[in-house]
């Protein structure tokens, strides 16, 4: 430091810890999560519902990034889980995540994943479809138990990122159509189970959603049909689960709101629509995935060729891609990331980010602005927490990078780097 000057330090700090002695230490391509972040982003949703006085549950939609610390790092703050598979109940219930507190969702639940969640005892099962409700019932026949379910509903509305349409005609593959007679007729096959206790209902409308409007017109929506439930059926839900899809920062573009915000305005909703329609205001659940682990995971890569076209396009290859980070290959999604052991260093030059797999498409960035780059650098992109290690995959068999949390400036490794011989410990010989 030179007179008032402040002297920039030159490497990427993740929650006080360099980005070179984590790679020293661990590796590339890295997955590091800030875990002080991930409580901050959990407490805030559950302090939002302490303050409105509200009964709730926040469950954290694993699918996000499920892994053992992961899952007790929800444990510890309280929430409550929502898993897709049998994998991911598995993982939960490896964790010692509270039983009771778990809810399996999913659109083609097979026996094994349905009796897991019967001989666990989980909170409640998401049910879906009619033949999850024959399924259902045979089961718990079978076991001699019982389940507390909710009702998934397709309210007719999408969610895309920043609007929102509305379907006359339902067109998705999840939950029952609310334009028809199918939810009415899944609910009296439902009551008319002793062995069912249908809690209420869920609806899901998307995902990375910037706004409330989609989350008012659905649970509008929702209560027009438990209006009409009450009358036909004299049933009352006890929970109306909202589902996730809070939208997060990618990039500069993006601007989601706080999570607060989404919050306060579910809670009024239901507040407003549950007594407009005399009824009784439900426990309200949340389902937030991507708004919990998203902004606070980041991956670290190293730089190795750089391809300059001139007059057209410079192509700077990291040590992953597509295997770890699928989104842009998959939905276009954009990403910033920054050359973490230059961060002092002006910008001046625009790159575009390979992936090293064997795929024209394995593109992770286009036109990143950084400093002058070499090979050997490393890069960090940024938001990488939610759908990232949860999607990647063994395309050329590369081995799924280790994952890193840091809390408090500590760092601790809690998913092993793969190894070769892990890719081919399902592979039998055939000489
Ligand atoms: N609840 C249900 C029923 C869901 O289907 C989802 C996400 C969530 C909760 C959590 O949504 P979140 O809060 O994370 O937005 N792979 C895609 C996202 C797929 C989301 C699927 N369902 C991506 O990388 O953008």
Known sequence: QEGDEVVRENMLHINGVSAEYLVNKYSTP????????IRENARAFVHTFESLNVDYQVAYASKAFSSIAMLQVAKQEGLSLDVVSQGELYT??????PVEKIHLHGNNKNIEELEMAIEHNI???????????????????QHNTEMEVLLRVTPGIEAHTHDYILTGQEDSKFGFDLSSEQADDALSQLIQSDRIHVQGVHCHIGSQ???????????????????????????????????GGFGIQYTQEDEPLPLNQYVISLVETVREEASQHGLSTPEIWIEPGRSIVGEAGSTIYTIGSIKELEGIRKYVSVDGGMTDNIRPALYQAKYDAVVANKMDQPKEEIV???????????MLIWDLEVPKVESGDLLAVKSTGAYGYSMANHYNRFAKPAVVFIEDGQDHLVVKRETYRDLTQSDLSYE
Do not use: H, P
Not at 30 to 37: E, I, K, M, W
Not at 92 to 97: D, H, L, P, V
Not at 212 to 234: D, H, N, P
Not at 352 to 362: L, T
């Open 92 to 97: 939960a219930i490896e964790a010692g995540f």
């Open 209 to 243: 959603i910037f706004e409330t409007q989609g989350f008012v017109l659905a649970t509008r929506k929702i209560y027009q049909m438990l209006k009409s439930w009450k009358e036909k059926f004299q049933f009352e839900a006890k929970v109306v689960n909202l589902g």
């Open 30 to 37: 890295l997955f590091v999560y800030d875990v002080n972040q």
């Open 123 to 141: 909170g409640c099962i998401v049910v879906d479809n009619f033949y999850e409700i024959d399924l259902l019932k045979k089961l718990l026949d």
């Open 352 to 362: 575009s980010v390979a992936g090293k797999c064997c795929e024209s498409g394995d």
